[in-house]
Protein backbone atom coordinates (compact mmCIF):
# COMPACT_ATOMS: atom_id res chain seq x y z
CA UNK A 1 0.00 0.00 0.00
CA UNK A 2 1.63 3.82 -0.72
CA UNK A 3 1.98 6.00 1.97
CA UNK A 4 -0.87 7.78 1.98
CA UNK A 5 -3.24 4.71 1.63
CA UNK A 6 -1.36 3.50 4.70
CA UNK A 7 -2.26 6.56 6.79
CA UNK A 8 -5.67 6.36 6.12
CA UNK A 9 -5.82 3.04 7.26
CA UNK A 10 -4.45 4.30 10.20
CA UNK A 11 -6.35 7.09 11.22
CA UNK A 12 -9.44 4.81 10.45
CA UNK A 13 -8.03 2.37 13.11
CA UNK A 14 -7.47 5.22 15.62
CA UNK A 15 -11.01 6.74 15.03
CA UNK A 16 -12.51 3.40 15.91
CA UNK A 17 -10.57 2.89 18.84
CA UNK A 18 -11.23 6.50 20.18
CA UNK A 19 -14.92 5.53 19.20
CA UNK A 20 -14.27 2.80 22.19
CA UNK A 21 -13.13 5.06 24.04
CA UNK A 22 -15.93 7.21 24.45
CA UNK A 23 -18.47 4.70 24.75
CA UNK A 24 -16.28 3.48 27.43
CA UNK A 25 -16.40 6.76 29.34
CA UNK A 26 -20.03 6.44 28.75
CA UNK A 27 -21.01 3.35 29.46
CA UNK A 28 -19.03 3.74 33.23
CA UNK A 29 -20.47 6.98 34.05
CA UNK A 30 -23.82 6.02 33.53
CA UNK A 31 -23.25 2.66 35.57
CA UNK A 32 -21.40 5.40 38.15
CA UNK A 33 -24.19 7.68 38.35
CA UNK A 34 -27.34 4.82 38.49
CA UNK A 35 -25.83 3.43 41.29
CA UNK A 36 -25.47 7.00 43.01
CA UNK A 37 -29.58 7.47 41.85
CA UNK A 38 -30.75 4.25 43.60
CA UNK A 39 -28.10 5.20 46.66
CA UNK A 40 -29.54 8.75 46.94
CA UNK A 41 -33.31 8.12 45.37
CA UNK A 42 -32.40 10.09 43.07
CA UNK A 43 -34.91 9.87 40.26
CA UNK A 44 -33.96 12.91 38.33
CA UNK A 45 -30.52 11.87 37.95
CA UNK A 46 -31.69 7.97 37.15
CA UNK A 47 -34.05 9.51 33.93
CA UNK A 48 -30.65 11.22 32.83
CA UNK A 49 -28.99 7.71 32.77
CA UNK A 50 -32.40 6.49 31.05
CA UNK A 51 -31.68 9.26 28.51
CA UNK A 52 -27.64 8.65 27.77
CA UNK A 53 -28.54 5.22 26.43
CA UNK A 54 -29.99 6.53 23.51
CA UNK A 55 -26.16 8.18 22.65
CA UNK A 56 -24.08 4.92 23.62
CA UNK A 57 -26.63 2.81 21.32
CA UNK A 58 -26.29 5.45 18.48
CA UNK A 59 -22.13 5.23 19.13
CA UNK A 60 -22.32 1.37 18.68
CA UNK A 61 -24.11 1.45 15.72
CA UNK A 62 -21.57 3.79 14.15
CA UNK A 63 -18.55 1.44 15.41
CA UNK A 64 -20.11 -1.67 13.58
CA UNK A 65 -20.50 0.89 10.41
CA UNK A 66 -17.29 1.79 10.11
CA UNK A 67 -15.68 -1.46 11.40
CA UNK A 68 -17.36 -3.30 7.95
CA UNK A 69 -16.47 -0.38 5.78
CA UNK A 70 -13.13 -0.98 6.91
CA UNK A 71 -13.04 -4.69 6.45
CA UNK A 72 -14.38 -3.92 2.74
CA UNK A 73 -12.34 -1.38 1.32
CA UNK A 74 -9.05 -2.35 3.34
CA UNK A 75 -9.32 -6.36 3.54
CA UNK A 76 -7.08 -6.36 6.98
CA UNK A 77 -4.73 -9.01 8.40
CA UNK A 78 -3.20 -10.48 11.46
CA UNK A 79 -3.09 -7.81 14.20
CA UNK A 80 -5.50 -4.90 11.87
CA UNK A 81 -8.39 -7.09 11.79
CA UNK A 82 -8.00 -8.47 14.85
CA UNK A 83 -8.02 -4.73 16.58
CA UNK A 84 -11.30 -4.04 13.71
CA UNK A 85 -13.03 -7.09 15.12
CA UNK A 86 -12.66 -6.47 18.93
CA UNK A 87 -13.89 -2.84 18.35
CA UNK A 88 -17.18 -4.70 17.50
CA UNK A 89 -17.29 -6.95 20.51
CA UNK A 90 -16.01 -4.69 23.05
CA UNK A 91 -18.84 -2.00 21.54
CA UNK A 92 -21.61 -4.64 21.89
CA UNK A 93 -20.60 -5.53 25.20
CA UNK A 94 -20.24 -1.73 26.26
CA UNK A 95 -23.91 -0.94 24.80
CA UNK A 96 -25.00 -4.00 27.00
CA UNK A 97 -23.71 -2.14 29.97
CA UNK A 98 -25.35 1.02 29.38
CA UNK A 99 -28.58 -1.03 28.97
CA UNK A 100 -27.66 -2.39 32.15
CA UNK A 101 -27.29 0.96 33.81
CA UNK A 102 -30.21 2.19 32.13
CA UNK A 103 -32.40 -0.33 34.01
CA UNK A 104 -31.13 0.16 37.54
CA UNK A 105 -32.00 3.70 36.32
CA UNK A 106 -35.48 2.66 35.92
CA UNK A 107 -35.87 0.78 39.12
CA UNK A 108 -34.68 4.06 40.70
CA UNK A 109 -37.16 5.66 38.97
CA UNK A 110 -39.75 2.89 39.82
CA UNK A 111 -39.35 3.32 43.38
CA UNK A 112 -40.06 7.14 42.94
CA UNK A 113 -37.84 8.43 45.53
CA UNK A 114 -38.57 5.61 48.22
CA UNK A 115 -36.00 5.60 51.02
CA UNK A 116 -33.70 2.36 50.82
CA UNK A 117 -32.03 1.88 54.90
CA UNK A 118 -28.26 2.04 54.45
CA UNK A 119 -27.96 -1.43 55.93
CA UNK A 120 -29.88 -3.08 53.20
CA UNK A 121 -28.56 -1.38 50.22
CA UNK A 122 -24.71 -1.99 51.67
CA UNK A 123 -23.80 -4.96 49.88
CA UNK A 124 -25.63 -3.81 46.10
CA UNK A 125 -23.09 -0.93 47.02
CA UNK A 126 -20.02 -2.65 47.39
CA UNK A 127 -21.05 -4.77 44.77
CA UNK A 128 -21.14 -1.78 42.28
CA UNK A 129 -17.81 -0.64 43.58
CA UNK A 130 -16.10 -4.01 42.92
CA UNK A 131 -17.65 -4.14 39.19
CA UNK A 132 -16.95 -0.52 38.56
CA UNK A 133 -13.17 -1.14 39.42
CA UNK A 134 -13.81 -4.11 36.62
CA UNK A 135 -14.92 -1.93 34.04
CA UNK A 136 -12.48 0.78 34.60
CA UNK A 137 -9.38 -1.41 34.58
CA UNK A 138 -10.48 -3.39 31.50
CA UNK A 139 -11.28 -0.27 29.58
CA UNK A 140 -7.44 0.49 31.00
CA UNK A 141 -6.24 -2.72 29.68
CA UNK A 142 -7.65 -1.25 26.15
CA UNK A 143 -6.13 1.92 26.04
CA UNK A 144 -2.63 0.36 26.72
CA UNK A 145 -3.39 -3.52 24.80
CA UNK A 146 -2.05 -4.61 28.53
CA UNK A 147 -3.58 -8.32 28.58
CA UNK A 148 -2.13 -9.20 32.43
CA UNK A 149 -4.37 -6.86 33.40
CA UNK A 150 -7.08 -7.90 31.44
CA UNK A 151 -5.87 -11.97 32.59
CA UNK A 152 -6.35 -10.56 36.20
CA UNK A 153 -9.96 -8.90 35.78
CA UNK A 154 -10.84 -12.38 34.42
CA UNK A 155 -9.47 -15.00 37.08
CA UNK A 156 -11.49 -12.95 39.55
CA UNK A 157 -14.39 -12.80 38.21
CA UNK A 158 -16.39 -15.34 40.83
CA UNK A 159 -15.78 -12.58 43.48
CA UNK A 160 -18.52 -10.60 42.08
CA UNK A 161 -20.65 -13.88 41.58
CA UNK A 162 -20.03 -14.55 45.24
CA UNK A 163 -21.04 -11.12 46.52
CA UNK A 164 -24.35 -11.73 44.68
CA UNK A 165 -25.01 -14.83 46.21
CA UNK A 166 -24.57 -12.91 49.71
CA UNK A 167 -26.41 -10.05 48.62
CA UNK A 168 -29.57 -12.34 47.71
CA UNK A 169 -29.78 -14.17 50.64
CA UNK A 170 -29.32 -10.82 52.82
CA UNK A 171 -32.07 -9.15 50.89
CA UNK A 172 -34.54 -12.55 51.09
CA UNK A 173 -33.29 -12.18 55.11
CA UNK A 174 -34.91 -8.95 55.29
CA UNK A 175 -37.75 -9.55 53.47
CA UNK A 176 -38.63 -12.15 55.74
CA UNK A 177 -38.03 -10.31 58.38
CA UNK A 178 -40.27 -7.79 57.54
CA UNK A 179 -42.67 -7.48 54.75
CA UNK A 180 -42.69 -4.03 54.61
CA UNK A 181 -38.84 -4.22 53.19
CA UNK A 182 -40.58 -6.66 50.07
CA UNK A 183 -41.22 -3.62 47.52
CA UNK A 184 -37.62 -2.09 47.67
CA UNK A 185 -35.37 -5.44 48.22
CA UNK A 186 -37.16 -6.59 45.34
CA UNK A 187 -35.99 -3.86 43.34
CA UNK A 188 -32.68 -3.94 44.65
CA UNK A 189 -32.67 -7.68 43.73
CA UNK A 190 -32.97 -6.84 40.06
CA UNK A 191 -30.14 -3.94 40.66
CA UNK A 192 -27.99 -6.30 42.17
CA UNK A 193 -28.41 -8.68 39.26
CA UNK A 194 -27.87 -5.80 36.80
CA UNK A 195 -24.49 -5.06 38.59
CA UNK A 196 -23.63 -8.98 38.40
CA UNK A 197 -24.33 -8.77 34.51
CA UNK A 198 -22.14 -5.92 34.50
CA UNK A 199 -18.80 -7.56 35.77
CA UNK A 200 -19.55 -10.59 33.22
CA UNK A 201 -19.38 -7.79 30.20
CA UNK A 202 -15.71 -6.56 31.83
CA UNK A 203 -15.05 -10.48 32.01
CA UNK A 204 -16.33 -10.24 28.38
CA UNK A 205 -13.80 -7.46 27.04
CA UNK A 206 -11.00 -8.79 29.10
CA UNK A 207 -11.58 -12.01 26.90
CA UNK A 208 -11.38 -9.36 24.00
CA UNK A 209 -8.36 -7.86 24.64
CA UNK A 210 -6.56 -11.30 25.60
CA UNK A 211 -7.94 -12.38 21.53
CA UNK A 212 -6.76 -8.89 20.18
CA UNK A 213 -3.16 -9.21 22.04
CA UNK A 214 -2.25 -12.79 21.27
CA UNK A 215 -4.75 -13.69 18.54
CA UNK A 216 -5.66 -16.51 20.74
CA UNK A 217 -8.80 -17.22 22.54
CA UNK A 218 -9.60 -18.29 25.92
CA UNK A 219 -11.00 -21.92 25.86
CA UNK A 220 -11.83 -22.85 29.58
CA UNK A 221 -14.87 -21.98 31.03
CA UNK A 222 -14.40 -18.82 33.74
CA UNK A 223 -13.63 -19.08 37.27
CA UNK A 224 -16.81 -19.36 39.54
CA UNK A 225 -17.17 -18.45 43.08
CA UNK A 226 -18.29 -22.55 43.68
CA UNK A 227 -15.60 -24.30 42.33
CA UNK A 228 -12.13 -24.05 42.43
CA UNK A 229 -9.99 -23.07 39.22
CA UNK A 230 -6.21 -22.89 38.97
CA UNK A 231 -5.44 -18.75 37.66
CA UNK A 232 -5.14 -18.35 33.67
CA UNK A 233 -1.20 -17.46 32.91
CA UNK A 234 -0.69 -15.02 29.96
CA UNK A 235 -0.60 -17.47 27.16
CA UNK A 236 -2.03 -19.97 28.58
CA UNK A 237 -4.43 -21.57 26.42
CA UNK A 238 -5.46 -25.36 26.65
CA UNK A 239 -6.51 -27.52 24.45
CA UNK A 240 -9.74 -29.51 23.98
CA UNK A 241 -10.21 -32.81 24.72
Known sequence: MSDHIVRSFDDELLA???????????????????????????????????????????????????????????????????????????????????????????????????????????GVIHMSDLALDRLKRVLDAYMHRDVETALDVWNNDEEIDALYNSVFRELLTYMMEDPRNIGFCTHLLFCAKNIERIGDHATNIAETIHYLVTGKTITIERPRSNASYAPLEIGEIPKDD
Open 16 to 122: LGRSISEMGGIAETMFASSVDALVRSDTQLAQRVIATDQRLDALEREIEEKAILTIAKRQPMAVDLRAIISSIRLAADLERVGDLAKNIGKRVVAMNGQFVPQKIVG
